[in-house]
């Protein structure tokens, strides 16, 4: 199984840029499906961004399209999410998720429950 660490959360101001890491270990990130969600106080959990396996196919909520950017380093085994032109409704506590690629087919993945591995959370906050 892989273990999945995240990492690059902190207080920023609105309009500001961030780059959330994930690290895994155990096994290549390659070998599964990924997803970013984000959970606010007193809200549920949400996918904000998914990719399939193979990486070609992916899924940005409506609320960050254009904003957010998911991308994978092989080298490092390491996904990452890129978080452009923050706003005070971005803050939540943000999870990687990883579900086995070999029962994943090509598709991305949006649900909690559709996920096998979660990290322990970073702390995005945003100020306006």
């Known amino acids: 199984q892989v273990q999945l660490v995240e990492s690059g959360g902190q207080l920023v101001q609105a309009g500001a840029s961030l780059r959330l890491s994930c690290a895994a270990s155990?096994?290549?990130?390659?070998?599964?499906?990924m997803g970013w969600f984000r959970q606010a106080p007193g809200k549920e959990r949400e996918c904000v961004v998914g990719?399939?396996?193979?990486?070609?196919?992916?899924y940005y909520a409506e609320s960050v399209k254009g904003r957010f950017t998911i991308s994978r380093d092989g080298a490092q085994n390491t996904l990452y999410l890129q978080m452009n032109s923050l706003k005070p409704e971005d803050t939540a506590v943000y999870y990687c998720?990883?579900?086995?690629?070999?029962?994943?087919?090509?598709?991305?993945?949006?649900?909690?429950?559709?996920?096998?591995?979660w990290g322990q959370g970073t702390q995005v906050t945003v100020s306006s």
């Open positions: 998720a990883a579900r086995e690629g070999y029962r994943s087919g090509y598709r991305y993945y949006t649900r909690t429950l559709e996920y096998d591995y």
């Open positions: 155990g096994r290549t990130l390659n070998s599964y499906a």
């Open positions: 990719i399939n396996w193979r990486g070609g196919s992916t």
